[in-house]
């Protein structure tokens, strides 16, 4: 950490001096015309960079390490490759999560389930605790919803996705085989710590305002508390762009697999929430380098009680995966 | 809601309109050269406007009348006057909360509560939970700092104010006096429910990137479930500007005002994180209508444990109150 | 256009309907319980929808026809094909358009020129006159470098691309084959009539924060001028990330295709400025479906004046070609 | 500047070193375990920072000093005072500016002149050439335009600020008091270096994605070219929040006035786009300690021609400036 100090403030460096050193750092001083200059030696993982750059002495801060450390690509080379209900995920292999936006009855969930599985999905996703902007809008089946999922997964042998919304909740989760945690929770970090104990793989959604180090700190929550099976999830930030709901920022994919060694995936239904965005978005992720893509497919779109129409249909979900197929050895990835 | 249908689509409109009438709405159709308009009759607060707008046949949806309820002022015309502390907070009443960033020890929270008291404080704000981006930053004294609150309350007369993380904590909160919920919690939507059990008010951040409108759709969370003592905090949103941390939107103080009865107080620390904003912000909030300021104050920045200096000085609150004494009268606004 | 008008203002609503008559206007009322809703039928084009919905009667508007016309797909349901440089671009077509940030001497242009020419490339770009943040930054070579380029395209065969930025230059762009407008100038509205009047392919960036609907009405400016001959550009917004120079917006090509009838392609180096991202970002793109990438490419990188190492190398730009080549027959594409 | 090196490219450094001597720099280099750490000594103005961050070897680059000089107040420690139209700006005196959005005939605009002047406006302003992001809509009266404000400035004897588009117009500028440069050119690089050739004061407004340092950077254009009278202009900036049109930024005004000597004045009509908010917004401006304001207001909202309903009336203009008069000596503002 470089920490440029005012020139005209020179004399109220001792007391942050000690301060830095308190913390177990050691120090580097470089003084120029304009600005005198504090490079920080040691583990500055716990410096809050706020902190100093709010000092009325200091003129600015830099960061030169990350301030996360079992994220971190660079003590980390290889590619993590997580296992998940029988599948592996990262590490060059390519794969399908696929299923409505919210579990509705066994009928839906299980003909959705075997319609998927069918065109070649590795996972069934599905929503029994909804995250709604409104406390009057449906709010997922809860419990049974997950039961439903069950079911399906017994159906159709795929591993199951769905998210947790409350940190009461985890014993529901025994059997699910990924737990997502929504973009609106990507800094609930009391969750994030829970499932830091769990050793499930966690999906962890960007947030809408997240920024790629912000994103990665909140993996690093979950890694910190022993579990390192973490799947990374773009779908998309908020802009002043307001003709899609969201702008999915494809480029965070390169950037972030190299700064990390966790799989990264793309969920093109939610960045748009435009169902005819889904198809060109899932192929522009797969070339951008995604690890996989999560989808809302939905056998009735119209009737669905939520997001139902940024869905795509079964046979639309069938064409898509073979488009998808034909990209996947260009980009040197396999399914 | 009026819901504009894209003209070659008409001939699929039919299960729409029947979507529509299950949800108990009535219809109000109109064809133009360009496009169809149906109009919906009845509450509409249950329409995920989402699902209609990402249908293949909507070229577009608005809605007429807002989402919120409890909320809104068009259904609640008088300002919500809250009480909190023995102190009446909005209808006219201009309060301050000052306090620490984080509670440390006795000594400094009972230091500082004297001090702000003095110079005016109505309520102490001190964090014992404390949200932060890094796993392996001080993450708040936890139960002992609600502990030391108390002391300071005790010794002090103010009421206090601080912030809730985990919707398993609750108990911990018995003798806060307004509880706080934090930007990155606003759409927490679990958590919400909760607080909407207890009688306790709230204090509502405005989260990084929530819209106006999401916003006020938190705060019915809270409201629909039975508790109607919420206050709005602007507390600065995430734009492309980074020479503050956030940018302060002044702009949303008149314009909740118009929409909603609920108090609306203003965060100028950790909007700017700069403690040298701290004044003009604190002058223009005060100007733009604001019901109440919640000031970082320390007696110690450079020393604090996090985000210290973005905190002003007791000698420096004492300054800031007698000058927003001055602005009052100008906005009609009383201690 | 409909008009939603505050109820309790309804009585004042006389004068509004005079003022919309006025404009050649004819109007279709229905009353409901929380709001009067005016509909406005007819060319509401010249209507400024931000009059409108800051009149103090009005609850909100919402345009039902788009404000464009020439640049409508609705009106123009057939790709529109520009041929420029002996080439045509759009209507199924991809073509690359490569070379440096800035023109900096004979040797070098007509180096990446041949360069380019024999990986693939159907144009020749490089700046002449540059926009640059800082009046002490280089500001490109102007006329001597609009002399390179054509000595370039005559000993390349190729096209040539370059960026305008001054109304009274307009002379000096005769032998090039496409005129660029940069991202700043998207909305400098004297300069886009300028072009209306000329006959040469204009090549349109995004603008940083242009909304879709403006870049589209920006267009609309140089077509109802007579110019028809416009060529989209998307080369990143700006939002809240700072990882990356700007945020790539991929979803814009699906969503601009069908809007308008014009091509669109994508500027891959200037939305990220990291030279490592090209690649990824360039296949992305064409993913997605744009008609082309302008791409920057210079044969030694850390010695350009400006933009240099966003630039890749002309080896790398060989073998980003063949991999484009195997990407187009799964979009439907031809060179 | 401070160029942190990846350690692992530390044997590709040779090059950028001898580059940045080429420039005419020192260098003072500094191994660290993590990455080597590369300061430039000398005048940095020039460098361009995107350049260096974008090589391949560089982790990342900070600025130590501000790219801009004449604009900085480091070097002009005291506030430039501008006269202009016979009255000083800045230097703790508080201008107000007001008008109309656009001159429509010679009695509205001797209408409104006469009205504000009575009321206390120092400068009248009126759009003769209009930014429409419509090429349909009304464009403003042009030359004639210009010609009505100078009968008002006769009449009234207030100065005249209105916005000039086309480098080519400037001689229709000579009677102009301020000339306006608009937030969609505030990087209109050749406009801004042809107003630098003139004496006027020049008022430029900040761009909707214009970040501080580029708005000052834009200034420096200006000055650079020898004329020193600039005034800076807050005016709202885009972010995702839609409710306004614009964000007002007025942390700005603090920051902006630490930075530079410059007047720093506010645009609240056009920030927020609804005439309600101008008076809070204006007093917000005030106790932020802006140097004055625009605002736009008609003697007739609903029947102007553009932006009319933003605009307030001369009676709210008058009792909005008796209001700013009380919070003036409280924020050491004088008339």
């Not at 305002?209 to 508390?225: D, F, Q, R």
Request: aromatic share 4%.
């Amino acid at each position: 950490m470089i920490i440029v100090i005012k020139n005209e403030k020179k004399n109220e460096l001792e007391k942050l001096i000690k301060w830095i050193k308190n913390q177990g750092l050691d120090i580097h001083m470089s003084e120029g015309a304009n600005a005198t200059i504090v490079g920080l030696i040691g583990d500055t993982s716990k410096i809050d960079i706020d902190l100093i750059s709010s000092l009325d002495i200091v003129e600015s801060v830099k960061r030169i390490s990350e301030p996360y450390k079992k994220v971190n690509r660079k003590f980390h080379p290889a590619d993590t490759v997580i296992s998940a209900g029988g599948r592996e995920i990262g590490g060059g292999r390519f794969c399908f999560i696929a299923g409505p936006c919210s579990v509705e009855n066994e009928e839906q969930i299980v003909g959705i389930a075997l319609a998927v599985k069918k065109s070649g999905a590795h996972f069934l996703r599905g929503g029994a605790f909804k995250p709604r902007t409104s406390p009057y809008a449906f709010q997922g089946m809860g419990a049974d919803g997950i039961e439903l999922l069950k079911k399906a997964k017994k159906k159709s042998g795929l591993g199951i996705v769905t998210e947790i919304m409350n940190i009461n909740h985890l014993d529901l989760f025994s059997d699910v085989d990924i737990i997502q945690v929504g973009a609106r929770n990507m800094q609930n970090f009391d969750l994030l710590k829970e499932l830091g104990q769990s050793k499930k793989p966690i999906l962890l959604k960007r947030g809408l305002s997240g920024t790629i180090e912000e994103w990665l700190m909140s993996a690093e929550y979950v890694m910190s508390k022993g579990n390192e099976n973490v799947i990374l999830c773009e779908r998309g930030i908020r802009t002043f762009e307001h003709y899609t709901r969201n702008t999915l920022d494809l480029s965070a994919i390169p950037l972030v697999k190299e700064l990390t060694h966790l799989p990264v995936i793309v969920d093109p239904s939610h960045a748009s929430g435009l169902s005819r965005l889904v198809r060109p978005m899932s192929l522009a992720a797969t070339a951008a380098g995604s690890d996989g893509l999560i989808i809302e497919v939905h056998n009735d779109p119209p009737r669905a009680l939520c997001d139902g129409a940024q869905s795509i249909r079964p046979e639309q979900f069938d064409e898509l995966v073979k488009k998808i197929k034909d990209i996947l050895p260009i980009v040197d990835k396999r399914l």
